[in-house]
């Protein structure tokens, strides 16, 4: 079992940052990726961006390239989003998950935290 708690979710206005923080306990060394996806409301969950644990190599969706940066702390079994020039279209509940293989699909992640609500005003 593997536990994940996002946090640092909020209100911002357009062009603003946030970071988001994944907290990451149990069974992580089970864990080869970790990535964030967001749901908007009465939409699908999409991909936002993944890091290889170990090695550090990262994928990002094409709609937050150059504005979004993910990366980690082994250490500390964290997993951050710096989200910079955000956009309205950004709002949505953003949530960190594990997989076992780098992948986009929402079905190759296996555990996933509850969510943290960002949403950006124009």
């Known amino acids: 079992q593997v536990q994940l708690v996002e946090s640092g979710g909020g209100l911002v206005q357009a062009g603003g940052s946030l970071r988001l923080s994944c907290a990451a306990s149990?069974?992580?060394?089970?864990?080869?990726?970790m990535g964030w996806f967001r749901q908007a409301p009465g939409m699908e969950r999409d991909f936002v961006a993944a890091?290889?644990?170990?090695?550090?190599?990262?994928q990002y969706a094409d709609s937050v390239k150059g504005r979004f940066t993910i990366f980690r702390d082994i250490g500390r079994n964290m997993m951050y989003l710096q989200m910079n020039s955000l956009k309205p279209e950004d709002t949505a509940v953003y949530y960190c998950?594990?997989?076992?293989?780098?992948?986009?699909?929402?079905?190759?992640?296996?555990?996933w935290g509850q969510g943290t609500q960002v949403t950006v005003s124009s």
């Open positions: 149990g069974r992580t060394f089970s864990s080869k990726v």
């Open positions: 890091i290889n644990w170990r090695g550090g190599l990262t």
């Open positions: 998950a594990t997989s076992g293989r780098f992948s986009t699909s929402t079905s190759d992640y296996d555990y």
